[in-house]
């Protein structure tokens, strides 16, 4: 099993504190969002050299506190972050991750280490990570038939949408192989490099069956201060 992290973002919101840092290597009570996600990656048995994260704004940074603490990770710079979004930073780690499973997430997300440890064992390969019964307007919301995900997007109402993406994502190699295929025809086809990538895996949810693992525990994508706050009183 091998881990993305997509942590090629400005933190605009977050400003001052991210006028020189990139948004990840915000602390809440004095840990940085990319060591906690990271500390959750390793205490669930995640090697170093499994562990890909991709880099953009103020990429220096955060290459070397990487190389001092986590020496051994693989680091993607996404030299073009100001033109592009999220998908585009995935679609370069296609070399790293083409024969394996592997978990992806946005870099942040302040989350449980709990939550790594339940989306390993869980016997389905393809799983989204789920709040389920909450709806959030900035967060990706997902709709189920069932028990099968149909689609995933911001765009999805309150009336329909089961819960919201926390945007943490398992993925089998075949789903992973296909999600790529996707990402290569929207990118280099249709010349769009400033999508999300959730909008790429709602083109793959009409291919391969995704469950969600529904959770309880603390989680928070901090986007301002208000969100950094919050993170701050749960953890």
């Not at 809440?28 to 994260?53: A, C, T, W």
Request: negative net charge.
């Amino acid at each position: 099993m091998k881990a993305i992290i997509l942590a090629a973002g400005y933190g605009s919101r977050l400003r001052p504190i991210t006028d020189n840092l990139p948004k990840c290597m915000v602390e809440v009570n004095n840990v940085k969002i990319i060591e906690k996600q990271l500390s959750n990656l390793i205490r669930n048995g995640i090697e170093l050299k499994d562990i890909i994260v991709v880099t953009g704004y103020k990429s220096d940074k955060l290459k070397n506190y990487i190389n001092e603490i986590y020496k051994g990770v693989n680091i993607v710079e996404n030299k073009v972050y100001e033109s592009t979004n999220n998908m585009y930073s995935l679609y370069l780690t296609k070399e790293y991750v083409k024969d394996d499973n592997f978990i992806l997430m946005n870099a942040d997300v302040y989350y449980e280490e709990a939550i790594i440890k339940e989306l390993l064992e869980n016997d389905f390969e393809n799983l989204i990570v789920c709040d389920d019964g909450i709806y959030i307007e900035e967060s990706m919301k997902i709709v189920k038939n069932g028990n099968v995900i149909t689609n995933i997007s911001k765009a999805i109402t309150k009336e329909d949408a089961y819960g919201v993406s926390i945007d943490v994502y398992k993925l089998s190699k075949q789903s992973g192989k296909k999600l790529f295929s996707i990402i290569d025809k929207i990118i280099n086809v249709d010349k769009n490099l400033n999508s999300w990538t959730e909008v790429a895996l709602d083109m793959l949810l009409k291919e391969e069956e995704f469950h969600s693992l529904d959770i309880k525990y603390n989680w928070v994508e901090i986007d301002n201060h208000e969100d950094l706050k919050h993170a701050e009183e749960l953890f």
